[in-house]
């Protein structure tokens, strides 16, 4: 599965730093629910509304999850799938040639022949939950060391996703215990999966993020973010079960919404100790680490066009998780914030104190206090080996996958590294074998600036950076790994896969070896993470999850995990600065503030909407805000009214959404949408997309 | 004087922490020579060029110091002063309006009466050099402690200022004692100081800066980067002695040149550890803070073209710095630059050993060495409350200087901290009372962000960011001080300046009180770094120097110090991979970049220039390259030939002179300048400034 949660999240600095446990105390529309464990008294209570089991399946199932870092849904019984452009994008850049720009210029398919297959897209479905908590709590004994109950655990859950799999094709399914309450709950997930993915159409850039990085995480906005594909299975459109029914009324102020989607992470239920670090060490690391590859990443594509061209996804993203941690940085150094949460802190804790029967449950604060030492002790030698923060470069993630592939490969399901496990190798083998271009000059300039961080962060005396370098400078020996190796080349990267540890074993592609020299340092710091850090981690936030269960009842959710959950709320605008900031935008607004910034890039309307100017309908909806808890990963995610039909498509929150990372407001917090009329009235008046219309409308 | 050199220097951090000295072994065309010590010995060697003390005193004369941070030269008998375009674009960005952008739109005063005012612009010519090494030296007792000896130094530099000014109109001069290779010199500099001076003509950005950010540092390049001035004096343009002949002819390759600029700084004479301290803790932590900025201003100014304008000048600035360091960094980490430099050290170590003579000089390395441990102690200290990286923003720096100033004009001068002494206070009152716009917008944008650095770097708990956050967010206690002070007004900064001690004392606004609530802090800081780093380095580095000067000895220059150097070198093309980089491009180039760019910014022309293609000589060289020894603070300078006659001015290094910070080479680093030729071109065909044209021609 990626890790690459559209908006707010940070692609490349995930992993394992975040545990999730569950909120204390629930506000007004708060909550990314668990379609196991829907919201049910809450919307019974504030809304006098309760969806029947058929409601839940039917949003369920048409909620589609795009795996590389997503949301979409189901719009029509022939497989059309409808995301953000912005979720779209990674495929857009990757079908792009140097003749066709589909970021720029946007795409149309008039027939399903022209649709463009993606190059390594994965889509899911959710079919079912199974509750597994018993049988992996009971793997991981009482009397075992944290690496011992980590192996056992890992073991089970691997089994478990296998045994799920049993005699179903692995193309057409997928299954993943995931870990909720960080310990407090497993749960099995079971997939449809969809591999072959064709794109139908895309708008031009210039509408699709229409006000670009500056308007990012802003509000009101005027954004097409859409994009549409279509999946299919064995060569034929595929047939869902379940497609979301498109309203053309849409929905209007005061209106309960729905959002079904798959938010990223968020860290609600950590201990203050644990936000502290995340504070004080962690995020001053990611932002320093966003700005240097956003400067990076700018001054290449400032160089040319065909440089921008490459980079562009990757900027865009990269500005994107920036603006979203310097605004979680923002609530973890507000005093109030911070006050709140530390108060909801100790009174739980006084509340464990006075119960006998969770004495048990106390030293969980302190055991987490512990794991923090460590995981300040190994957070450069995580980051700089294991993470691979040292070798920014496509060509080195392939490379490492291929070395690991093949030494996890020979041992039994229960002991491989969990993303090397039989269950997920179908996923792991479209990445791999990914048709997508590599761009040799972009990989030399990432490589040489991330080799000379390794210099800065592990120093030049290293002996693991001294081999690296081989008595090169950072950029010469970028330059050397990069134009040396052959791992570009798809035929390459099989005739290694397929010839396994010997075939690794003999080769010199110096990407290869460089792989291989840093495999042992890279596994020793993972294993110390997850014996130090995860594993006390996983056991004592279980611990306390338990204690808040006891304490204010099971009725809460876990944090995101980006797996599929319900929010919810009510259209509804805000004041801001004594302003009021209506809920809707038209289409009309697109055109006056483009105008009253010039014009100029990134304001620049697309032509096709200039020409198409007399004939829009100016005073269609456009985009709308609504008081649903979401967060990065949920770009992409279906907005239903009461009835479950389509409205809008969320794409984005508000800047003052930022700290909902670490706590949820409504005051003036909102999540952004495209509305589903201002998206039917482009696709007519300024695309003339009719085939796509009539689908969508069943017409 | 200011900080800000441009090209390479980074303006936000720069005092204190780079020690000068001499180095070792000269390469070719190496130096950035005295000028009371002149390489007449290589020049007649290696070009059989023997230049006069005339010769010598004419350009040295003509040579200007503009004291934001470059170079530049009179250039007619009426007080023309020539200097680069991104030298002047800070008095472009002061005299800015909203209704007219001086740097986008560019400007031509057809008559003096029609030049603008620079709002705080002070020019100085080099009128002598003392050496008083024997009197600085004198005052620093042997027996005294470091703290003892930094003060006795200081007070009699102050006074050998004071002397040289008494009777002198001190608005019309200026007196500096200049520390050379930290401490192995000391030389008395005398000034004419000119702070009345006027815009007469500048480019548009788009051509002075053709190519922007992306070929800043490379070549081959195409850009007018310049701009006229005129000093007056007494209301009437200055009649200097000296001023450069414009040549006709220009320079071809092969030709000798000479360059006499103000290169910034340099770190060649540095001990290893030294550069080892730079490369693993300084120049990391510079260029995350030059990223942070950069991200910020970048981020600011895309909002609307209002932001932009602000932010322009300054963005460009730390683009331009953070470009220099990242080059600087290259160096720092190349095994094959520091090898050298290592044996560089090695040997005159051992020389040093050797002789019996020298043995008190032995341990000098050593003393280096312990004081980058209290260096790195208190590096964040330092940064943060000395140099105010907690505070970025104009109004606490007024703050700061109107709370300083009132403490420090109570002490005798010998006792004040250097910037307050009264031989310097016309140029700090020029600052002062600067009437260039402070833009609140911004400033709260930069400050809400420092003050987020503040608490990263010196932690949430830390008593002096409690009492300065007084409980608020970074962002809301920014926007309390810089919408709550009224320093902005220039009639405020008056009265405060006037009322001296009292008005500081009695003065509520929330700037002058942020000032004085971190000034015990800053200054005992200060005082730390002086006693424990600097003058301890200064003695200890006057050890090596003495030591080198015997056994390499005297004809060596001292590392840059922003005082008037004389270089030189033929002009020459280079090789770069493998490709010959011809010496000299012509203004032709410029419109075939802008097509194969495809027009977009920065490589699109002015409206002007696509007006007068038809008209201009397009084989006229543009720009041209010579090995020339240069770093930031060069900008501006005049190139001259053999007969001293202006052929060039310098704008710029190429990417490969970027690690001329720590040693020089000439294999493939250049200067790169533009031609007088092209200067001339432009002006007749593009711009028609006849009266300009004849003036610098004498016609």
């Not at 072959?196 to 906005?221: C, H, Q, S, T």
């Not at 309960?256 to 001053?284: N, W």
């Not at 039989?422 to 600036?449: C, M, R, T, W, Y």
């Amino acid at each position: 599965m990626s890790t690459v949660w559209k908006r707010w999240a940070n692609r490349l600095a995930l992993t394992g730093l975040f545990a999730m446990t569950t909120v204390p105390l629930l506000h007004s529309d708060e909550g990314m629910w668990l379609y196991n464990n829907p919201p049910l008294k809450v919307l019974k209570e504030r809304y006098n509304f309760e969806p029947s089991q058929e409601w839940l399946d039917h949003l369920r199932m048409s909620s589609v999850r795009f795996n590389s870092g997503g949301s979409g849904s189901f719009v029509s019984s022939n497989g059309l799938v409808l995301t953000n452009h912005h979720v779209g994008a990674d495929t857009l850049q990757k079908i792009s040639t140097k003749e066709k720009d589909y970021i720029k210029t946007g795409f149309y398919a008039k027939t399903q022949a022209d649709e463009v297959p993606a190059k390594d897209l994965e889509l899911n479905i959710l079919l079912s939950i199974t509750d597994v908590t018993d049988k992996v709590n009971a793997a991981a004994k009482p009397d075992m060391t944290p690496g011992e109950a980590a192996l056992a655990r890992r073991k089970v859950m691997n089994e478990l996703e296998s045994t799920a799999l049993e005699g179903k094709d692995k193309n057409k399914f997928r299954a993943d215990v995931v870990t909720l309450y960080n310990g407090g709950a497993y749960h099995l997930y079971q997939f449809k999966r969809y591999t072959d993915v064709r794109l139908v159409f895309a708008p031009e850039k210039d509408i699709a993020f229409f006000g670009g990085d500056p308007d990012n995480f802003e509000y009101p906005r005027y954004d097409l973010d859409v994009c549409f594909f279509r999946a299919y299975e064995d060569g034929k459109p595929a047939q869902p079960e379940h497609y979301l029914k498109w309203s053309e009324a849409g929905t209007k102020e005061g209106d309960l919404t729905f959002v079904s989607g798959h938010p990223g992470r968020t860290s609600r239920g950590l201990t203050m100790a644990h936000l502290e670090y995340i504070r004080d060490k962690l995020a001053p690391y990611q932002l320093n680490y966003l700005r240097r590859i956003e400067v990076l990443l700018k001054t290449y594509s400032d160089r040319s066009q065909e440089n921008k061209q490459e980079a562009q996804e990757d900027l865009f993203s990269i500005q994107n998780s920036r603006k979203a941690r310097l605004g979680g940085m923002g609530g973890l150094q507000d005093p109030v914030l911070m006050g709140k949460k530390a108060k909801e802190e100790a009174d739980l804790r006084e509340a464990i104190a006075k119960d006998p029967k969770l004495k048990d449950y106390e030293g969980a604060y302190a055991e987490i206090e512990s794991t923090l030492k460590y995981a300040r002790e190994y957070f450069i030698d995580n980051n700089l080996w294991e993470r691979g923060q040292a070798f920014h470069s496509d060509l080195f993630g392939k490379a490492r996958t291929l070395v690991r592939i093949a030494e996890e490969k020979a041992k039994p399901d229960g002991e491989r590294l969990r993303e090397y496990r039989s269950s997920g190798i179908k996923s792991l083998e479209l990445a791999l074998f990914s048709e997508a271009p590599i761009h040799d000059n972009l990989e030399v300039v990432q490589l040489a600036d991330s080799l000379g961080m390794m210099v800065e962060l592990a120093g030049v005396d290293h002996p693991l950076v001294k081999k690296i370098l081989a008595g090169k400078s950072p950029t010469e020996r970028a330059s050397e790994l990069v134009r040396g190796s052959k791992l570009g080349q798809l035929s390459e990267r099989k005739r290694l896969y397929e010839g396994g540890k010997d075939a690794i074993a003999a080769s010199n592609d110096p990407m290869i070896q460089l792989a291989k020299l840093v495999d042992d340092e890279a596994r020793k710091v993972r294993k110390a993470f997850e014996e130090k850090v995860e594993e006390p981690q996983r056991q004592a936030y279980g611990k306390i999850a338990k204690a808040r269960f006891a304490v204010q009842g099971t009725g809460v959710y876990p944090d995101a995990t980006f797996t599929l959950r319900l929010s919810f709320g009510p259209v509804k605008g805000y004041e801001e600065n004594g302003q009021k900031v209506p809920a809707f935008t038209n289409l009309s607004g697109a055109f006056e503030r483009s105008k009253a910034q010039g014009n100029v890039d990134p304001f620049m309307l697309p032509e096709s909407w200039h020409k198409a100017k007399d004939k829009i309908k100016l005073d269609t909806p456009f985009n709308f805000v609504s008081t649903a808890d979401i967060i990065g990963g949920n770009s992409g995610s279906p907005v239903v009214d009461r009835k479950g039909e389509f409205v809008g498509i969320i794409f984005d929150g508000n800047i003052q959404s930022l700290v909902l990372d670490y706590a949820y407001s409504d005051a003036i917090a909102r999540a952004v949408s495209v509305d589903s009329r201002g998206i039917l009235e482009s696709l007519k008046s300024v695309y003339g997309t009719t085939d796509l219309v009539n689908e969508l409308l069943k017409k």
